[in-house]
């Protein structure tokens, strides 16, 4: 079992910057590729960004490439979201997710989830 806590969520303006943090614990963090996704009110599970075990390779959703940037600390057993230029549609509940399996933008494919942050852009 893997357990993913999510923080750093928050109400931020348009044009403004959130950094989202997932602690991991459990088994070993750098077995897993990891992924952030989210969900607005009324709409699908949607996949934001991935990054592999190592952190040498990661995938972007298009509506967030230039804008996000995910990363992973396998020291600290932590996986980062930067979020820069966020805009009133970034809005939704954030969650990170691992999955055993290699990088993936596919939600089936990942194992386990986060309980979500809440991330909020008034414009």
């Known amino acids: 079992q893997v357990q993913l806590v999510e923080s750093g969520g928050g109400l931020v303006q348009a044009g403004g910057s959130l950094r989202l943090s997932c602690a991991a614990s459990?088994?070993?963090?750098?077995?897993?590729?990891m992924g952030w996704f989210r969900q607005a009110p009324g709409k699908e599970r949607e996949f934001v960004a991935a990054?592999?075990?190592?952190?040498?390779?990661?995938y972007y959703a298009d509506s967030v490439k230039g804008r996000f940037t995910i990363s992973r600390d396998n020291t600290k057993n932590t996986v980062y979201l930067q979020m820069n230029s966020l805009k009133f549609e970034d809005t939704a509940v954030y969650y990170c997710?691992?999955?055993?399996?290699?990088?993936?933008?596919?939600?089936?494919?990942?194992?386990?989830w986060g309980q979500g942050t809440q991330v909020t852009v008034s414009s």
């Open positions: 990054i592999t075990w190592s952190g040498g390779m990661s």
């Open positions: 997710a691992a999955t055993g399996l290699g990088i993936t933008t596919n939600n089936l494919m990942y194992d386990y």
């Open positions: 459990g088994r070993t963090f750098s077995n897993y590729a």
